[in-house]
């Protein structure tokens, strides 16, 4: 039997773990932070519409720089965060977040180059960033997941890093960032600056996206996704706004034709149909400061959130309450600091069955 060692493997990724959020077969999948509506029977047929469309053109290469989805994102984030002039050419989409991550590093990292990131914060980010050849620095947030501006500054003149991380609201803590930090960071910082914003629609009223400081800042880039408050995780469809000179860096190191012409068209029937979309996001913010409050009120440490997750503990041996919930049906995430877990926040039902089946495991 051949296994990896005895292949030509490249010497830094030997010994690495594929990424593996478990995906089981449960009743309540509460791991992954996706939106637990599926699409209606009305998107359902437009999506089946817009495929049957473009199904006649498939012996064509897809619009390589998918122009008109970049437009119609651009509107979305236009109403989203009136005042912050976001048009297409300021717009580029990819599949999923991710591979719009690993564009960035591949045009503004790789070897020699660093990436600074604040943990606990999303684990794609080193894993892209040590597979791109770049050095990952890991300067820590405050004991309250937060980062006050002096804190995220020191850091940065510390390392001088080629590109900055910054998640807002973070996973796995749920923390938003004050613009503050954001500024702070972008002023000191000698390279690019990522605000991950994969779970925007969900921060609490009065959170201002970093949306509004694009102007001007040529070195700043937010990225989103519709894997999250979109509901529309299987689509592999994530973006960024940025100034247009970024998006001439990444059209270096994107594959022609990354975004297939399926993809393009379910994208854009998606984002017809947003106000239904987002229409259950009120519901899950709801839902998630009810399971806040249910937690602390049963004695739990619980993270703020700004997102669809919460992060709580503290649990000596949390991989225990983790199996305990496993077996009742109930999946959710060991991640984060060692004494925590990350809940999704899922239907009504499902969050029954997670705080009946979380009572039962203790
Ligand atoms: C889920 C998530 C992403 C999204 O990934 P996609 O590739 O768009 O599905 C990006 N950033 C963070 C912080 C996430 O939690």
Known sequence: MTDLSDLPLRDDLRGREPYGAPQLDVPYALNTNENPYPPSEALVKALGAAVTDVAGTLNRYPDRDAVAL???????LDADTPGAGITGDRVWA??????????????FGGPGRSVLGFEPSYSMHPIITAVSGTRWINAARDEDFT?????????????????????????????????ET????????PGMVVIDEAYAEFRRSGTPSALTLLDG????????TMSKAFAMAGTRLGYLAADPAVIDALLLVRLP???SAVTQAVAR???AFRDE????VEALRRERDEIVGWLRGEGFTVADSDANFVLFGRFPDRRRVWAGLLERGVLIREVGPPEWLRVSVGTPGEMAAFRTALKESL
């Open 269 to 271: 029937t998606a984002l």
């Open 147 to 179: 980062l006050e501006p002096a804190r995220a500054v020191a850091a940065v003149e510390e390392h001088r890093p080629d590109v900055v991380f910054l998640t807002s609201p973070n996973n796995p803590t749920g923390t938003s960032l004050p613009l």
């Open 182 to 189: 954001i500024e702070a960071v972008l002023a000191a910082a």
């Open 217 to 224: 800042r040529p070195r700043l880039i937010v990225t989103r």
């Open 277 to 280: 979309l987002l229409g259950s």
């Open 70 to 76: 970049r437009a119609d994102l651009a509107a979305f």
């Open 94 to 107: 990819a599949n999923g977040s991710n591979e719009i991550i690993q564009q960035i590093l591949q045009a």
């Open 257 to 259: 034709y990354h975004l």
